[in-house]
Each structure stands twice: as C-alpha cells, then as structure tokens.
C-alpha cells in the first residue's frame, strides 16, 4: 500500500504526461500501525534535491519481500527487525541483498528490542546502512538520517548512470560516423551529463535539419537521445509527440540561443554552421553553478560538432554517389550499340590505272 505525501510536480500528472517522476520511493516496514503514522508525520514535508518523498507501507517482513521484488526503484526502506519472527527484519535484508541483487537501496534498521538483535553483530553480518532505537529516533535524527541516506542513493545511481553513459560512449566510439553511433554516442554522454548533475529523471537531445528548419519550423526537431519518460521519444518527431507545454520551452530555444533557465529545468540552443539547432533539454534542475553551465555548453558543442560532421559525411557519400551514376551513364552512351556488324578484317584494295576495286 502507498501513501503519497505530495506530488514533485505541482502541474497535473495527466497534463504533463510524465507522472510518478520527481520523487524519492520510501518503503516503511514494521508491523506497528503506530510507527507508520509517527514516521509519515516526521517527514512531512520533507524535500531532498527539490523532491519530496513517496511514502509506501508493509507491516511483514513476507510482505516487503513481496513488494520490493516488484519494485526497484525504492531509495530507502526503514526496516524494523522483529515482526512476525524475531528476525523477520534480517531476513528481508539478505533476500534483498542476495535475492535480488540490490546494492543501491538503503535499508535502515529500527528496533524496539536492541538486545534480540545486537548493534555490532548486526552491522558486522548484514549489509545494512544504518541501525537505530526507535526510542532514540527523533523527528530531527529521523530527518538526518533521511536525508543521509538519500544522498548516498543519489551518488550510487549516479556512478551507475555515469558507467552506463560510459560503456555506450565506447561502443559507439568504434564508428562514429554511422548515424546509430552517433545517436548512441549522443545517448551515452546525456546519461553521464544528467547523473554528474545530479537533475531530473527526464531529459533529451533534440536536433534539426538545416533546411527541414526553414520550411517546417519547430516541428522538423528530432529527439536522438533521451532518459527517463522521454526514452520511448527516441527517433521521433517533438511536434509529433511531445505535451504542448514541453514544445512551448522548445519554442523558447529555438528563439533565444543559448542557455536558458525556465523555473526547474533548462533548455540550451546551439547552431551549426548550418543553421541547424541542437537543443539540450533538461527537467529537475534545482541549482547551476557556472561550472555546470560550462559542462552543458561543452556537451552541447561537442554534439552538435558529431551531427554536422555527420551531415557533411551523408553529403559526401551522396555527392559520390551521383558522380559514380553520371560516370556510369557517360561510359553507357559511349559503347559500341550491341547490333553493330563486328570488324572482319577485310581490306578492299584499289587499282592505281583504272580506280577500280580490286
């Protein structure tokens, strides 16, 4: 069962088309109703990175076993140790760690009952994070501890988007001039740039043909790499698929090239020599410093180098193709037709007196 404190979003989900992102996934285990009412209250309100917190609820360890294997994307669990069995707790950290292979979830231990389960053994057995007496977790330590915990959720899926971006900048670096590698080497280095950031779920790469430009406006963009909800975009046209609000920042770009800030995300335009528009788009921005901004414009300059220089390639091959084809009709009208009579090698000769053939 969830319990949903607030929306990131303040907009409707149905009319950004992207719901359930902007938030941190809170998983309660305990088997006391008492303790899922005071830790809701607790974090009331409670913001990490300008995302609030998605509580859910278990009171077994059976079932939080159940959930969590159907749901990865939980940040932190606050597990109690004993429930139905003194060791309900201890078990639910070895099947997510052994089972399932999670290394990125936190689990917090609570206890009421410290002796049934002894602090050093515990945090010597099991790969936990923290563990704690409920009689000593305040509103304030509950608060720190949350927001510890998140920030080591954070940098552990940001080493792993980072390594990610890495392996399919490398895969694509073997030949880069095919578009699928540059749309995979373009896909990489986002997924690098959003998790160093540290910004939203959601972000995209969006290109545009020079001439498509001048005849068709913002709709010939195209998005050639994304994350999060934007990912399914991939390849398609923004005008085609995008919410009206998101086109709207996109319109923005397109007339104000450059780095622009609008409320929790940025959009940032950049030119080819062209007159091709390469825009960044990024959601969940909460700060920028000028070295950040720096890493976007180099990101951006770089790709948008990789795509003309791609263009200029498919022109070239295209330019070859149609000198090899005039090549080929030149060499087809200058052969000898196929009914024409094949040289005998008979010589006629004439008589010098008379003139006449011989």
Known sequence: MSDELILADERDPEETGFAGTGVWKVLIVDDEPDMHAITKISLSGFKFLGRRLELHHCYSGAEAKAFLKNHDDIAVVLLDVVMETDDAGLNVVEYVRKNLQNRRIRIVLRTANPGQAPERRVITGYDINDYKEKAELTAQKLFTLMYSALRSYRDIMAIEQTKSGLEAVIAASADILERRSVDQFAQGVLQQLTALLHTGDDAALLCQDGLSAMLEGDGSLRIHAATGSFTEFTGQ??????????????????????????????????????????????????????????????????????????????????????????LADDEEEDAVPADTPAYTGNVVHFSPASGSKV
């Not at 086109?247 to 950049?270: K, Y």
């Not at 901004?293 to 149609?322: D, H, K, M, P």
Request: charged share 20%; aromatic share 6%.
């Open 237 to 326: 046209l923004a005008g085609e698929r995008l919410p009206a609000h998101i086109q709207a920042d996109l319109q923005v770009a397109l007339e104000q090239e450059g780095f622009v800030r609008l409320e929790d995300r940025i959009v940032m335009s950049l030119r080819s020599s062209q007159g091709a528009a390469n825009i960044l788009y990024l959601t969940g921005v909460n700060s920028m410093t000028a070295a950040d901004q720096g890493l976007l414009e180099l990101f951006a300059r770089n790709v948008s180098i990789a795509f003309e220089n791609l263009r200029l390639y498919e022109s070239l091959q295209t330019s070859q193709r149609e000198v090899k084809d005039l």
